[in-house]
């Protein structure tokens, strides 16, 4: 008698553009630990075309090349759910013309990054890279099957994207009216087990913190979104009654030479140098922090404190590293404005103050670090918030997809953005297919609103990228 044939697991093709090794930033770090949680039921397979320095026993890793869009292709018949990040599929046509159910990962809202990344920039680059965000993302909106973010507020900004770009409509609301199987909330994650600290990283080894000093950590890279010039100042006004507080950026640049210093890390170090602070209370890492490593670092620190401005990119962000402040148990004081801040308020996990305002934080510094009784009240529940945000939990809303994934009702009729009417000049030239005949049409579009001098400019981006890979 022959026993009856298993069912086949879901191929699930995740792709990224971001390294993958022992350094990582948030889009790998996301892309990794939702491969770990697929492959427990789904066949996974985990594209980049950046860099692959990593293995895993659980999945397959695959480098492909820039624009390699024939290796990519192989990958694409392989599959049979494909996860998008980024520019994905303005990549690798194959990707954008697949069949295949695609999921669409929006966790970050690029487009609003670019709002402040760019700023400083002249109106025209400003507008044109703001442009380009907007279009990749359409492009998305348009195609995907489902949706996934990492927040209930991130889920209706992509409600409201979609509504516009025509996908909530009858047959997307009779196949789900709350569209909660449509634009599904994964957020980031943090590992399930009890971190365990292997060496002392700070306390006592880095130069100018000693083994009893308070220390404050701020676990990720300087970007232009956040407000690190209002901590700074804050540790400026704390160290003068209380020396022993220190302040340490764990990755002050980016490992990844394809991301760009940004301008408000230099204005940082300007402020700390001012103050006399750099090297005695503030302390810049110049390299990036391994990714296993990072435990070691956040283990050694009393607090983690995440600072931003208040605008649209805040009300809409979800700071990974904060979750990293609860897996190492870490009081937190952030700024009010974004979702981690309504969570640190309403499970009293640290302290939550006014945007731009050096003396409310330094009196919240002061009081989580030197109060013991209201301390030891916010450990206790930093502790029993933490198991809320594992990653088995997290992703599980995907695993579920990927394992009965359907197509979306209004597959074919979502209006295709690279036809739409309405579109200007700039956004209809990057929705045209990578190739000679767009690189021309762009570059003739620079030399007519920017001159040869932007032509070249962005000729030597182009090239610099393309020598670095």
């Known amino acids: 008698m022959t026993s009856p044939a298993l069912p086949r697991s879901t191929r699930v093709l995740l792709i ?45 890793l695959f480098y492909v090349a820039d624009s390699d869009d024939q290796s990519m292709r192989e990958h694409e018949r392989w ?28 966790y970050d ?28 993302l359409n492009e998305q909106l348009a195609r995907a099957d489902a ?49 365990v600290q292997s060496r002392h990283a700070l306390k006592g080894e880095r130069a100018g913190i000693a083994a009893d000093d308070k220390v404050l950590i701020w676990g990720g890279g300087i970007y232009d979104w956040f407000d690190p010039v209002t901590l700074v100042r804050a540790v400026g006004l704390v160290s003068a009654e209380h020396p022993e507080v220190k302040l340490f950026f764990m990755s002050a640049r980016h490992f990844n030479p394809d991301v760009p210093e940004m301008q408000v890390l230099q204005q940082t170090v300007e402020v700390s140098d001012e103050l006399g602070l750099t090297d005695r209370s503030v302390f810049f890492n110049d390299t990036w922090v391994d990714y296993e490593d990072r ?38 004081i952030t700024t009010d404005g974004d979702s981690f801040a309504d969570l640190v308020r309403d499970r009293d996990l640290g302290a939550v103050v006014p945007p731009q305002d050096p003396e409310a934080l330094a009196r919240a510094i002061v009081e ?51 036809s739409a009417g309405g579109m200007d000049q700039f956004s209809k030239i990057l929705a045209m297919p990578k190739g000679p005949r767009r690189d021309i049409v762009l570059l003739t579009y620079y030399l007519r609103t920017g001159g040869i001098s932007k032509a070249l400019g962005k000729a030597q981006e182009r090239w610099g990228r393309a020598r670095r890979r």
């Open 16 to 60: 990224t553009g971001d390294i993958i090794g022992p350094r990582m930033a948030g889009p790998a770090i996301r892309v990794w630990n939702m491969a770990v949680q697929l492959a427990t039921t789904c066949d996974v397979r985990v594209t980049s075309w950046a860099k692959i320095d990593r293995d895993s026993d659980d999945f397959a």
């Open 79 to 106: 599959a049979d759910v494909i996860i998008v990040q980024g520019i994905s599929m303005r990549m690798f046509p194959s990707i954008a013309r697949s069949d295949k159910i695609l999921v669409a990962d929006l």
């Open 109 to 136: 809202p690029f487009h609003l990054e670019q709002l402040e990344q760019n700023k400083h920039r002249d109106t025209a680059t400003w507008n044109e890279e703001v442009l380009k965000a907007v279009s990749l």
């Open 147 to 195: 949706f996934i973010c990492a927040s209930e507020r991130q889920q209706t900004l992509w409600l409201g994207a979609l509504s516009v770009a025509g996908r909530i409509n009858p047959a997307t609301y009779s196949a789900d009216a709350s569209f909660d199987s449509f634009v599904r909330i994964v957020p980031f994650g943090l590992p399930s087990d009890i971190p």
């Open 295 to 332: 435990i070691n670092f956040l283990m050694d620190a009393d607090v983690g404190v995440s600072t931003h401005p208040v605008h649209l990119e805040t009300r809409f962000s979800f700071r990974t590293r904060i979750l990293d402040y609860l897996w190492a148990g870490l009081p937190i």
């Open 368 to 418: 989580v670090l030197f109060d013991d009784a209201r301390r030891e009240s916010i450990l206790s529940n930093v502790q029993e918030v933490r198991e809320d945000f594992t990653w088995e939990r997290a992703v599980a809303p995907l695993r579920e997809f990927c394992e009965n994934p359907t197509q979306a009702p209004d597959r074919g009729t979502a209006k295709n953005p690279r």
